[in-house]
């Protein structure tokens, strides 16, 4: 069953700790700060690697050389356990909850609130792309090729219907109307 509900998040008015400090922080630290640079992220972990430091240096992220404790989740709005520790991430899962806070243990999809999934960026077109958690490397590949398949100047595309949806004196539906006979050509059939 799809239960699942696509949701775009302002992250940058929201903040994130993220435990664990090895390579699934990375992928996770990455994503996110490549989705949203402006986003609020503490890591804390008792040993971080060299490159979610790297990462850390160009964004506001926060590195914290520590064992997780419940007083870290404080002030926090999501929660991203990646630690090679079930237990501590189970840990971190039941202090979240205790405190309302969305959480994602990752690879533990029944210790998720939210599924980090696969975003395909180009300028300001974001696309989500969600396995309900059954194959998280099928969401990758998907975000591989649409990378791929949009063109970079996608954004100019974009910004060129925005200036000119702004220009128009119409009512939202009229708007509607004309903005969809313009971009009927998006998913023209060629056969």
Do not use: W
Not at 11 to 32: M, R
Not at 127 to 147: C, D, H, M, W, Y
Request: aromatic share 8%.
């Amino acid at each position: 069953m799809n239960t699942l509900y696509p949701i775009f998040l302002k992250t940058e008015q929201l903040d994130f700790l993220i435990v664990g400090g090895g390579n699934v922080a990375y992928e996770k630290l990455f994503f996110i700060l490549k989705s949203s640079p402006q986003t609020k992220v503490t890591v804390v972990a008792p040993m971080i690697r060299d490159e979610v430091s790297a990462l850390a240096k160009d964004y506001d992220v926060t590195l914290v050389e520590d064992v997780y404790a419940p007083a870290y989740l404080e002030g926090r709005h999501i929660v991203i356990a990646t630690t090679d520790s079930p237990s501590v991430n189970h840990q971190v899962y039941e202090d979240a909850r205790a405190r309302q806070l969305l959480v994602n243990v990752a690879d533990t999809p029944e210790l998720c609130d939210l599924y980090l999934g696969g975003i395909v960026t180009k300028g300001n077109l974001k696309i989500a792309i969600s396995t309900n958690g059954k194959s998280p490397t099928v969401a990758k590949r998907l975000r591989q090729l649409f990378e791929r398949i949009f063109p970079e100047d996608m954004d100019e595309l974009l910004l060129n219907l925005h200036r000119y949806r702004s220009t128009l004196k119409l009512s939202f539906e009229q708007k509607v109307d004309r903005m969809n006979a313009l971009t009927q050509e998006l998913i023209k059939n060629d056969d």
